[in-house]
Nanobody, 124 residues
């Protein structure tokens, strides 16, 4: 079983950047496709981005495409989410998630393992 821990959240002004990291322990991260999700205040959890096990395939929600970049370093057991040109509507708790399989997954119900989340706040 894999355990996930997110880090890198914080407070930033509109237009700023933040980088999130998702560190895996217990099992090799290379076994799992990874997804990033977020829960804005008062809203449901939503898909942000996903990456295949090898890192060759990535996918983004339309709201973040062109601003966010997902990547992974399997040797470091870490997946990253670089967030640029941040907007107040990006304010949320960000979660990484893992599941067994191939390809990528955009539905939160497809994921079996979740981190505790990290808060990102973007001021206007």
């Amino acid at each position: 079983q894999v355990q996930l821990v997110e880090s890198g959240g914080g407070y930033v002004q509109t237009g700023g950047s933040l980088g999130l990291a998702c560190f895996a322990s217990g099992r090799a991260l290379s076994e799992y496709p990874i997804g990033w999700f977020r829960r804005p205040p008062g809203k449901k959890r939503e898909f942000v981005s996903a990456i295949s096990k090898s890192g060759m395939t990535t996918v983004y929600a339309g709201s973040v495409k062109g601003r966010f970049t997902i990547s992974r370093d399997n040797a470091k057991n870490t997946v990253y989410l670089q967030m640029n040109s941040l907007k107040p509507e990006d304010t949320a708790v960000y979660y990484c998630a893992a599941r067994s399989g191939t390809g990528y997954y955009i539905n939160s119900n497809d994921y079996d393992y979740w981190g505790q989340g990290t808060q990102v706040t973007v001021s206007s």
